[in-house]
């Protein structure tokens, strides 16, 4: 029998930006593309530091002629302070909604109350559907088991996805080093936005020489910032660590044999990494 799964983003905070400009500002700063979000879908975005650094990422659904953003809390109030540096004459509004509670529900359940929106998580369909409302609690008639951040954290990284709060870095992380481009974090034909040359430029000029990948502990330990070194040679670290699962900043060029044809590290150490 399959388990269901939720898990509550307690520390979700939520924005609203409304007016006639919201859709063009919006455009105008994050990397993904506001124009082509459906109705009734959920886009995933970030925004960038001129120089294409992760500043903060976040989702954004329509609310009839507004953008509701939902973000980690940790990004929250510096994403409220550049928006409002960056809205200049804009003719938009930005403010705080407090009365909205996340979800993501993992399984085929099917929701009894009212909510905003019950979307597949646009990054990838295994990282559950996101349910978005008004009320603290869920009303489902199936079985459901809540689990933790760190099991949470565990499926983001079984996916090849950085969870934004753990895994990234403001001002530092880059998003083609963090698999953005195949988490549909990025579109490539929008225009400019905030850090696109750069980021255009890594791309289109292969200048991308590390990247993260996704690996379990097959045998022995190792813990976040542990160095990964095979046969004397310094080829990335360990970055995140959920359980048995790890996400590693390595070398493109030193491990792309290894991970085509899916051989387990053995590291200098003893200690055995196998590729998801």
């Given at each position: 029998?399959?388990?269901?799964?939720?898990?509550?983003?307690?520390?979700?905070?939520?924005?609203?930006?409304?007016?006639?400009?919201?859709?063009?500002?919006?455009?105008?700063?994050?990397?993904?593309?506001?124009?082509?979000?459906?109705?009734?879908?959920?886009?995933?975005?970030?925004?960038?530091?001129?120089?294409?650094?992760?500043?903060?990422?976040?989702?954004?659904?329509?609310?009839?002629?507004?953008?509701?953003?939902?973000?980690?809390?940790?990004?929250?109030?510096?994403?409220?302070?550049?928006?409002?540096?960056?809205?200049?004459?804009?003719?938009?509004?930005?403010?705080?909604?407090?009365?909205?509670?996340?979800?993501?529900?993992?399984?085929?359940?099917?929701?009894?109350?009212?909510?905003?929106?019950?979307?597949?998580?646009?990054?990838?369909?295994?990282?559950?559907?996101?349910?978005?409302?008004t009320d603290e609690t869920i009303t489902t008639s199936s079985s459901i088991e809540e689990i933790?951040?760190?099991?949470?954290?565990?499926?983001?990284?079984?996916?090849?996805?950085?969870?934004?709060?753990?895994?990234?870095?403001?001002?530092?992380?880059?998003?083609?080093?963090?698999?953005?481009?195949?988490?549909?974090?990025?579109?490539?034909?929008?225009?400019?936005?905030?850090?696109?040359?750069?980021?255009?430029?890594?791309k289109y000029r292969a200048l991308l020489k590390k990247k993260i990948y996704s690996l379990k502990?097959?045998?022995?330990?190792?813990?976040?910032?542990?160095?990964?070194?095979?046969?004397?040679?310094?080829?990335?670290?360990?970055?995140?660590?959920?359980?048995?699962?790890?996400?590693?900043?390595?070398?493109?060029?030193?491990?792309?044999?290894?991970?085509?044809?899916?051989?387990?590290?053995?590291?200098?150490?003893?200690?055995?990494?196998?590729?998801?």
């Amino acid at each position: 029998m399959t388990t269901n799964y939720l898990y509550k983003n307690v520390n979700s905070n939520f924005l609203e930006i409304s007016g006639e400009d919201s859709a063009d500002f919006l455009q105008n700063l994050i990397t993904n593309d506001i124009f082509k979000m459906q109705n009734n879908k959920i886009l995933y975005s970030c925004l960038l530091t001129p120089q294409g650094k992760f500043s903060s990422d976040f989702f954004i659904y329509k609310n009839n002629d507004s953008f509701i953003l939902e973000t980690h809390k940790k990004f929250y109030k510096e994403l409220i302070n550049k928006l409002n540096i960056y809205k200049l004459r804009s003719k938009i509004k930005i403010k705080d909604i407090i009365n909205k509670y996340s979800f993501v529900i993992f399984g085929n359940i099917k929701i009894n109350n009212s909510y905003d929106i019950f979307v597949t998580d646009p990054r990838n369909i295994n990282l559950g559907k996101k349910l978005i409302q008004t009320d603290e609690t869920i009303t489902t008639s199936s079985s459901i088991e809540e689990i933790d951040e760190i099991k949470f954290h565990e499926i983001h990284i079984k996916n090849h996805a950085p969870y934004s709060p753990l895994d990234l870095i403001t001002n530092k992380s880059l998003l083609l080093e963090n698999n953005f481009e195949k988490i549909n974090g990025i579109s490539w034909d929008k225009g400019c936005y905030v850090g696109q040359e750069i980021t255009a430029r890594m791309k289109y000029r292969a200048l991308l020489k590390k990247k993260i990948y996704s690996l379990k502990i097959i045998s022995g330990n190792i813990n976040i910032q542990d160095k990964i070194v095979i046969d004397n040679n310094l080829i990335g670290e360990v970055i995140s660590k959920a359980n048995n699962y790890l996400l590693c900043m390595l070398n493109i060029k030193l491990i792309q044999n290894q991970f085509e044809e899916k051989n387990n590290l053995k590291l200098d150490n003893s200690i055995i990494l196998e590729f998801l």
